[in-house]
Structures are given as structure tokens and as C-alpha cells.
């Protein structure tokens, strides 16, 4: 696979604070990678640049385009960013033209929309609410109707940054099974949460604009003297499979309640 993002040498700053500094970063297309790290590690801000919120000069390519101006509205086009707010701006009356404006900006068929709008809400589970002004809706039920609203329209790149912080967690994990499915889509999950890095392929730990490990989840989890330094508190299961892993007891990383019971009972 070749790398869709590519970011070289990066240099930011905020006033006289940098953020990055000789920052540098590739992502392959069609990969799930999450990026991990503790509040002020910078990893909001690397959301915005790859988004083209914030301005940068020629650090950051996407899609073999370098983010500039005269490129930003054909990288935007096919990359889409669900942040963690619940002051989303709306703007139609009910959630279902709120899901389906973008695909009717561009002209689709009625029968083409209402295909993909019937599949996200499926999948979503949002039936109940189509009809409802937007911003009467709860923030978990906002943050579900701005994924589908990515969603439906299909794009090449999806950046998640701490945005379902509010959704239950039977529903975050059949999100992220979903979107782990989607072969033909890049997913970069920024999270200060390690149970939702559990689905993507690749991780890695950013503090203060530094990558401190980058590699295959299941091997990064396993880095919990560092979790520990930058103050990322390990999930019971993962500490629990850690410990018994030192001992001998399992040889392998397990986050299942129940394959952990199996294992121990063989």
C-alpha cells in the first residue's frame, strides 16, 4: 500500500510554544491507526492540520497533494473529521436531511440517497430520531448523526478526534467494528483512550509532539511502563493480561472477560 499522508519535517507552533517540532509521520492507505497520548500531546492540533484547519506551508502531503491552499478544497473533498463537541453547527431541520445534505449537494439520484442513507442508519441505530430537529438531540445522539453524516458520503479518510466520548460502549465498539471493515477507507483515531485503539492495525503513543512508540497495536499495548509515564491509566483487562503474560500464565494479550476465563481454564 502506498502512504496517503505523508508529514515531513513538520514545524508548528501556537505564539511562542511549539507544538511540533521536526515532526514527522506516513500513513498508508487503507490502514486503521490509532494515536494515543495524554492532554496537550498535541494530538488535536495534528487533527486539525490534516484537515487543513490550521495553516501550514508544504510539511504535509495527502493524496500526493501538498496542503495548500490551491489543494485544500480537493483534499477536504474526500477527507472528513468528527470531532469531540457537541456544539455541532446543523443545518437542516431534521436529522435526516441533516445526514443526507451533502450527498444532495452533489446531485445523487433520490434512490441512490435514500440506499445509503437506509444503511447508515441501520448500522447506527438512529431510526427513532430521523425525524427530529438535530439540536434537541442528546451529545451522544449528536455525535452519532455527525458520523453519519461522514459516513454517507463516502470518504477516503476519516479522522476521529476523542469523538465518541459520549456514545455507550455496545454502540462504540460496533462503530469501530464497522469502520475496520471498510477496506477501502483510511481511519486515524486520535484518542486519550486506550480500550479505543483495541480495533485499528496500527498505534502510536504521542507526548508533548513526540511519537514515543509506533507499531502493531498488540505490541504497543504492551508498552505500559510508558503508558504509566505519560499518565494513561491501563484498562483492567489489558493490565490483567499484562500481569499474567509477565507470570507465564497466558502468552499472548487477551481483552476478552471471557476468552481470559477459557485460557486460564485449559
Known amino acids: 500500500m502506498k502512504d496517503i499522508i505523508v508529514i515531513d519535517k513538520l514545524s508548528f507552533r ?18 486503521f491507526v490509532s494515536i494515543i497520548g495524554p ?15 490550521l495553516k501550514v506551508a508544504d510539511e504535509i502531503t495527502i493524496f500526493d497533494l501538498i496542503m495548500n491552499e490551491k489543494n485544500l478544497n480537493d483534499i477536504r ?6 470531532i469531540d463537541t457537541t456544539n455541532d453547527c446543523f443545518v437542516a431541520e431534521t436529522v435526516a436531511d441533516e445526514i443526507v445534505f451533502g450527498l444532495e449537494n452533489l446531485g445523487l439520484k433520490n434512490s441512490d440517497i435514500k440506499k445509503r442513507l437506509d444503511e447508515i442508519v441501520k448500522l447506527l441505530k438512529i431510526d427513532s430520531i430521523l425525524n427530529t430537529d438535530p439540536y434537541s438531540l442528546s451529545g451522544g445522539e449528536k455525535k452519532l448523526v ?47 483512550n486506550i480500550e479505543d485503539v483495541y480495533y485499528s492495525d496500527r498505534t ?16 504497543v499495548l504492551e508498552q505500559d511502563k510508558v503508558f504509566n509515564r505519560i499518565g494513561i491509566e491501563l484498562p483492567f ?13 497466558v502468552d499472548k494479550i487477551i481483552l476478552d472477560m471471557n476468552e481470559m476465563v477459557n485460557e486460564l481454564w485449559k
Open 237 to 249: 483487562m489489558l493490565d490483567l493480561s499484562l500481569k499474567l503474560k509477565l507470570y507465564g500464565l
Open 77 to 82: 473533498k474526500d477527507i472528513a473529521l468528527i
Open 39 to 53: 492532554n496537550g500531546s498535541g494530538k488535536s492540533t495534528l487533527a486539525k492540520l490534516l484537515v487543513g484547519l
Open 14 to 31: 501556537y505564539d511562542n510554544k511549539y507544538i511540533f517540532n521536526n515532526f514527522s509521520l506516513k500513513i498508508k492507505e487503507n490502514s
Open 204 to 219: 502510536i503513543i504521542l507526548n508533548q509532539g513526540d511519537i514515543l512508540v509506533d507499531g502493531p497495536t498488540l505490541k
Open 146 to 192: 455527525s458520523l453519519a453524516s461522514s459516513l454517507i458520503m463516502n470518504p477516503k479518510i476519516i479522522v476521529i478526534d476523542d469523538a465518541f466520548e459520549m456514545i455507550d460502549k455496545e454502540t462504540k465498539e460496533k462503530i469501530f467494528k464497522y469502520l475496520k471493515q471498510q477496506k477501502k477507507l483510511t481511519i486515524i483515531n486520535i484518542t486519550h
